[in-house]
């Protein structure tokens, strides 16, 4: 492995997710690395697994479920069934742009909570615009039916 090839690899990881099951597992190993005030843009299009990936996350975090794709609601709180963060999940896919966070009126506090916004392709750098540190999780579908490459990245 050379200098370039090393560097690319700290930069962002990319997981190669079979099916359904292995883009949920991805998702609870990554909430290994989440802790309260944590923001993560899930970025893809419709049915790339942003949702499927968000039940891995909610698994992994230890809160109530379901988490659903939601339709009408903006913004649920799954709060924790362990004593960790609550999980924010946040559906903007239908939105051109996303009210400030902590202006949704929430039951938790963005500071306190693990928050996850999927978003639609393409959008979710101006989600993330003047904001501090977050993830940016891309989902991308391959030619193959069920595959999906989940590209993470550290802003
Ligand atoms: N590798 C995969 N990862 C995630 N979902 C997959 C995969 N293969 C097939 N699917 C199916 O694709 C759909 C993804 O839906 P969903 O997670 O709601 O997408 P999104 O939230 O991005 O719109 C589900 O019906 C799921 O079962
Ligand atoms: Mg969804």
């Known amino acids: 492995m050379n200098d370039s090839e090393s560097v690319g690899?700290?930069?962002s990881d990319?997981?190669?997710a079979e099916d359904a099951a292995a883009t949920r597992a991805a998702g609870?190993?990554?909430?290994e690395r989440l802790g309260p005030g944590d923001l993560?843009?899930?970025?893809?299009?419709?049915?790339?697994g942003k949702t499927t990936f968000t039940q891995g996350v909610a698994e992994g975090l230890g809160v109530r479920g379901p988490i659903t794709s939601p339709t009408f609601v903006l913004a649920?709180?799954?709060?924790?069934l362990t004593g960790g963060p609550a999980l924010v999940h946040?559906?903007?896919?239908?939105?051109?742009?996303l009210p400030e966070l902590d202006d949704l009126d929430l039951d938790a506090s963005v500071e306190?909570?693990?928050?996850v916004v999927e978003w639609g392709e393409g959008k979710a750098e101006v989600l993330a615009e003047g904001r501090g540190g977050h993830y940016v999780v891309r989902f991308d579908r391959s030619r193959e039916d069920d595959v999906r490459e989940i590209v993470f990245e550290r802003s």
Not at 112 to 115: A, E, L, P
């Open 14 to 16: 990319v997981v190669r």
């Open 76 to 80: 649920r709180v799954h709060p924790s």
């Open 90 to 97: 946040v559906d903007a896919y239908r939105l051109g742009s």
């Open 9 to 11: 690899r700290a930069a």
């Open 28 to 31: 609870q190993r990554f909430a």
């Open 40 to 48: 993560v843009i899930l970025s893809g299009e419709l049915g790339a």
């Open 112 to 115: 306190d909570s693990v928050t």
